[in-house]
T-cell receptor, first 111, second 113 residues
């Protein structure tokens, strides 16, 4: 199995930066995903990391360290619409179609 | 529409009844996935299909749960003899192949009374 841990909730001010950490424990590694989920809506894909390092995509960046079992999602220039739950997911190394999700981090952006 | 669609959007049923949840994937996507999400929880993997075959059904909670996919397109998740603990949002996703990111549908909210 794979244990995936991320903080339950984070609060930040509009225009600020927030970093959401995700740690995982796996017997192997086959890729890590970040999804955004607004309340009552479907998750939407944000990023995918399979190699160590930083992937930047506009205001959002994702970092991976496989040796540390650690990833983070960085949200810059926060906007009110960024208030959502952010889900970290790890692909099962033995089953390509199976993602195991963390419980999600609720980000609250305040004016 | 261009996205994954699911029906019904809401389903209220009585304990002990059977329910069928439907998923229409994005056209051309060969992989299809079922998850469920309980209130305040992360997504729980149930099963995935590659074409009409299910290489991994390890997440199905019990033998009351089954799923099938026909014609490499539509999938149905069936829950027999529903229990109150089955209440959750059931999400379907699809992708061009299992190596790609998954695109999620809006979900079916199931309430078992």
């Amino acid at each position: 199995g794979q244990n995936i841990d991320q903080p339950t909730e984070m609060t930040a001010t509009e225009g600020a930066i927030v970093q959401i950490n995700c740690t995982y424990q796996t017997s192997g590694f086959n890729g890590l995903f970040w999804y955004q989920q607004h309340a009552g809506e479907a998750p939407t894909f944000l990023s995918y990391n399979v190699l160590d390092g930083l992937e930047e995509k506009g205001r959002f960046s994702s970092f991976l360290s496989r040796s540390k079992g650690y990833s983070y999602l960085l949200l810059k220039e926060l906007q009110m619409k960024d208030s959502a739950s952010y889900l970290c997911a790890v692909r099962d190394p033995d089953s390509w179609g199976k993602l195991q999700f963390g419980a999600g981090t609720q980000v609250v952006v305040t004016p | 529409g261009a996205g994954v669609s699911q029906s019904p959007s809401n389903k209220v049923t009585e304990k002990g009844k059977d329910v069928e949840l439907r998923c229409d994937p994005i056209s051309g996507h060969t992989a299809l996935y079922w998850y469920r999400q309980s209130l305040g929880q992360g997504l729980e993997f149930l099963i995935y299909f590659q074409g009409n075959s299910a290489p991994d059904k390890s997440g199905l909670p019990s033998d009351r749960f089954s799923a099938e996919r026909t014609g490499g397109s539509v999938s149905t998740l069936t829950i027999q003899r529903t229990q109150q603990e089955d209440s959750a949002v059931y999400l379907c996703a699809s992708s061009p192949g299992v190596h790609n990111e998954q695109f999620f549908g809006p979900g079916t909210r199931l309430t078992v009374l």
